[in-house]
């Protein structure tokens, strides 16, 4: 991306409305993001320039920028009064999400918390579905990502794309998930094998596989209606 051209005579693809349509806002840069809040930059200056001055007032900090006053925002050239507003509202929306999911998002640092959280959802399924459950250093949840859907019989699973997401989302730990449609939880040889690969793949990646856990039905012989592949010893110290 050209530094000093204005949005308007980049290529379409350049352009940041566009690439975070096509590629996602996680993959856009901190200034592009900002010049999107901006919306316009001045006259002979993008948006995306202005941001990056905004950037440097504040020590390429994110964290500072947030917490600027009002009249320290407008000290940069190209930001009026109505963007400082819009600057400052988002940052807060932000902050205020940050701290209620801090407050509301569970803690699955077991399997029982786990299969509370999505054994509604994997009732009814009719094939199998492989979840990701990307949490942060507290192993709290950021969210779950379903990575595929199998047939009765199999999950063809690549750490590609399971960690792909939990890279995205600066997670530092994941908990796997699927369910048996026929009901009975017991892992199978391709379930233990995709375990361990995706193990060896998240040491790899410093990010840590806590647990697959496999959700089914309970019977009157089984009353519990799910395993963890932990507990059955499936993973390596």
Do not use: C, W
């Not at 020590?59 to 009064?81: I, M, P, Y």
């Not at 400052?88 to 399997?111: H, I, Q, W, Y």
């Not at 596989?209 to 089914?216: E, Q, S, Y």
């Amino acid at each position: 991306m050209a530094s000093g051209s204005l949005i308007r005579d980049m290529p379409a693809h350049e352009r940041p409305r566009e690439r975070l349509v096509e590629h996602g806002a996680e993959r856009l840069k901190d200034e592009e993001l900002i010049a999107i809040m901006l919306r316009t930059g001045m006259k002979g200056i993008s948006a995306i320039d202005v941001a990056g001055q905004l950037l440097k007032k504040f020590d390429g900090s994110l964290e500072n920028l947030a917490r600027a006053e009002l009249d320290e925002l407008q000290q940069v050239k190209g930001v009026g009064r109505d963007k400082a507003i819009a600057l400052k509202a988002a940052f807060t929306l932000a902050r205020r999400m940050a701290e209620r999911l801090k407050r509301e998002s569970p803690v699955l640092d077991n399997p029982e918390a786990v299969v509370k959280l999505l054994r509604e959802q994997n009732r009814l399924k009719k094939v199998e579905t492989l979840q990701v459950l990307l949490l942060n250093v507290r192993r709290r949840l950021i969210r779950v990502d379903e990575i595929a859907d199998g047939t009765l019989d199999s999950l063809l699973v690549h750490p590609r794309e399971v960690f792909k997401a939990a890279i995205a989302a600066g997670a530092a730990a994941v908990v796997l998930v699927h369910n048996h449609p026929s009901g009975d939880p017991t892992p199978s040889e391709a379930d233990i094998k995709v375990t361990r690969d995706l193990i060896r793949a998240g040491q790899l990646l410093k990010i840590d596989v806590l647990d697959h856990v496999i959700i089914g039905r309970a019977t009157p012989e089984r009353p519990r209606d799910y395993v963890s592949l932990r507990e059955l010893g499936h993973f390596y110290s």
